[in-house]
């Protein structure tokens, strides 16, 4: 009986920490969503971009540390030029352009990555001081996924920090429930979408670092996770951060507990939730917009 | 140019069409059959997104059952006959289209896409772990295509390429003709008032739940003859059928011969298939040119390769008219 408990405990903790992950990359993606009305396709890219820009700084500094420091700034970066030079071009288009163009975006991302990196899994070994194990509910577990759930959590509480109490924060919730009176009042949106948007980019590039060594550096990967944040944000809401903190801890379980229980179908549970969601309540448990 | 000139156009294309077997090598016949298949999974794609104006990220669910229910069909039921067998594949995505328009009416926009999406994943993951029917991972292979019975003239063989060239464009070429003459009835009006403005067209009477229902439903149909096609053509199904990349596939056609227009597709189709080959024979990263032509038509070309088409005809028009450059009024 004993076993079986500390199994459930340890499927549960493994669940968590992919939970951690999906609402690192989802965050971006809601609260770009909710501001500027384009789902980004190629979200999931920047956290595959992420990962493998880690790996060559660790390649070069032989230090997990800088990478985790450097990688997201990278990816940062290219989101906010893909947000200035592709996306605000085509804003004016309308929603449908904007998502043919995330689409056009995450291939040529994806080719961009398997050119220079190649299509082959890339070995990253964890860092030497987190590279241990520890006893929990007395079976041992690696100390590195319980360094993912707590880095998670402070950046949680940063960002949220950072959009409760601050007033960059208080201008993108505003632009959040009405962009256009926003910028009537003088603020520069365009500016603070940007930012918002290399910001979500560098979150989701952060969580690429932190997720190469444990779920590998592949170019599949971005599609992977893709579909699991896309689950996360739909079934949270759009533009809801913590419909995305909730629903990334139900999809991390579920993943989790469903390879445990039914591993065949936990893929076709994932999207059947998907699906009966949107069917029921298309803008999400916590969407507000219609 | 005027009437007669297009009627000229289309009759000199069409007969370059038929005439195919006689002039290309059986590896570009077999690229002009996948063309032509292929157009008719545009067309049905731009129903719904040029016409109706909601974008569908899922096409390709409708797509892979014709595909997978053909190639069960032929692989379960011995002696089945070719034309049911198709028959049977469009229905069974129809069937499957009209169930997930129940659901599809109710969202637009963003929440469209989004659904759209969900369904085509869920019956993605349903053709990979089903094995006993679907074949999973390995796919679907082992069955021939049958021979075409017709009355008074008798069998015909159809693992002849050019037979089977002439075939698909019978078929295609007949649903085509079905696509392009919804479009011009009452329904067909009423799906253009959807993309215009879905709440006038209400208050004009139309019932706009029963046009995306009814739009919903025979683009799957058309979708899944063309799937059906494509495993007859291939004599192989696999989970690549039905996957997202197919559906982009699709999209890709579409925005690339020009979003709304009938013929946009058949160009799409056209264009991205032959340079998708040969672009895949000289780099192995052909869809990163893909992407970037993407990227470039989004950014400047929005009206596809008709829009660049008429634009280069207005031009030349106006060069016509008002040789010294004068605007024209």
């Given at each position: 009986m004993e076993s079986h408990l500390n199994t459930v405990l340890i499927t549960f903790v493994h669940g968590l920490v992919y939970g951690m992950l999906l609402f690192l990359v989802a965050s971006g993606l809601s609260i770009v969503f909710g501001m500027m009305g384009v789902l980004n396709l190629a979200h999931a890219s920047f956290y595959m971009l992420g990962a493998y820009f880690g790996y060559s700084v660790l390649g070069v500094t032989h230090s997990f540390w800088l990478s985790l420091l450097l990688a997201p700034v990278?990816?940062?970066?290219?989101?906010?030029?893909?947000?200035?030079?592709?996306?605000?071009?085509?804003?004016?288009?309308?929603?449908?352009?904007?998502?043919?163009?995330?689409?056009?975006?995450?291939?040529?991302?994806?080719?961009?990555?398997?050119?220079?990196?190649?299509?082959?899994?890339?070995?990253?070994?964890?860092?030497?001081?987190?590279?241990?194990?520890?006893?929990?509910?007395?079976?041992?577990?690696?100390?590195?996924?319980?360094?993912?759930?707590?880095?998670?959590?402070?950046?949680?509480?940063?960002?949220?920090?950072v959009l409760?109490?601050?007033?960059?924060?208080?201008?993108?919730?505003?632009?959040?429930?009405?962009?256009?009176?926003?910028?009537?009042?003088?603020?520069?949106?365009?500016?603070?979408?940007?930012?918002?948007?290399?910001?979500?980019a560098g979150l989701a590039g952060m969580a690429g670092v932190i997720a190469g060594p444990i779920l590998g550096i592949y170019p599949g990967m971005a599609q992977v996770m893709g579909l699991d944040v896309f689950v996360v944000v739909v079934v949270g809401g759009l533009g809801s951060l913590f419909g995305a903190i909730l629903a990334s801890f139900m999809i991390g379980e579920l993943q989790s507990f469903g390879v445990l229980l039914f591993p065949r179908f936990s893929l076709i549970l994932i999207f059947l939730l998907m699906a009966v969601v949107l069917s029921i309540k298309p803008q999400g448990m916590f969407g507000e917009k219609g | 140019m005027g009437k007669p000139g297009k009627v000229v156009a289309i009759f000199v294309l069409l007969v370059a069409l038929v005439l195919c077997p006689f002039y290309l090598d059986i590896i570009r016949l077999r690229l002009m059959t996948e063309v032509v298949y292929y157009s008719l999974y545009a067309v049905s794609l731009n129903m719904i997104l040029g016409y109706g104006g909601l974008l569908s990220f899922g096409h390709s669910a409708y797509f892979g059952v014709g595909a997978y229910?053909?190639?069960?069909?032929?692989?379960?039921?011995?002696?089945?006959?070719?034309?049911?067998?198709?028959?049977?594949?469009?229905?069974?995505?129809?069937?499957?289209?009209?169930?997930?328009?129940?659901?599809?009416?109710?969202?637009?926009?963003?929440?469209?896409?989004?659904?759209?999406?969900?369904?085509?994943?869920?019956?993605?993951?349903?053709?990979?772990?089903?094995?006993?029917?679907?074949?999973?991972?390995?796919?679907?292979g082992g069955f021939s295509i049958p021979d075409l019975h017709l009355p008074w003239i008798g069998k015909i063989d159809m693992l002849d390429t050019s037979n089977f060239f002439w075939f698909t464009l019978v078929v295609i070429g007949v649903m085509l003709l079905f696509a392009w003459h919804i479009t011009r009835t009452p329904l067909g009006i009423s799906i253009l008032l959807l993309r215009e403005n879905e709440e006038r067209a209400q208050f004009l009477g139309h019932q706009t739940s029963l046009t995306r229902f009814w739009l919903l439903t025979l683009a799957s149909f058309f979708a899944g003859i063309s799937g059906s096609m494509f495993a007859l053509f291939q004599e192989f199904v696999a989970t690549s059928a039905i996957d997202v990349l197919k559906s982009i596939d699709g999209l890709l056609m579409v925005i690339i011969g020009g979003v709304g227009n009938f013929f946009g597709p058949l160009l799409g189709s056209l264009f991205y298939i032959i340079v998708g080959d040969w672009l895949s024979r000289v780099t192995e990263h052909w869809e990163f040119f893909i992407g970037c032509f993407f990227i470039v038509l989004v950014l400047f070309f929005r009206g596809g390769l008709v829009g660049l088409l008429a634009g280069a005809q207005d031009r030349l028009l106006k060069a016509l008219v008002h040789p010294r450059g004068e605007a024209a009024p």
């Open positions: 990278l990816v940062a970066l290219a989101g906010s030029l893909a947000e200035r030079f592709l996306l605000r071009p085509v804003h004016a288009a309308g929603h449908l352009f904007e998502l043919l163009l995330t689409i056009g975006l995450s291939l040529v991302m994806l080719e961009i990555v398997k050119w220079s990196w190649g299509t082959e899994p890339l070995p990253v070994a964890l860092p030497e001081s987190l590279s241990g194990t520890v006893q929990i509910f007395g079976s041992t577990y690696p100390v590195y996924r319980l360094f993912i759930f707590g880095f998670g959590s402070i950046v949680v509480i940063v960002l949220a920090g409760f109490k601050t007033n960059l924060g208080m201008i993108v919730r505003a632009a959040i429930d009405d962009p256009e009176m926003v910028s009537s009042l003088g603020t520069n949106t365009p500016l603070v979408f940007n930012l918002v948007f290399s910001l979500g | 229910v053909t190639a069960i069909a032929l692989l379960r039921i011995k002696g089945l006959g070719l034309l049911p067998a198709i028959l049977a594949g469009g229905l069974s995505a129809a069937v499957i289209g009209s169930f997930f328009s129940i659901f599809l009416i109710r969202v637009s926009g963003t929440y469209f896409a989004m659904l759209t999406l969900a369904f085509n994943q869920l019956l993605y993951a349903v053709a990979l772990k089903w094995r006993p029917v679907t074949g999973g991972d390995d796919g679907l």
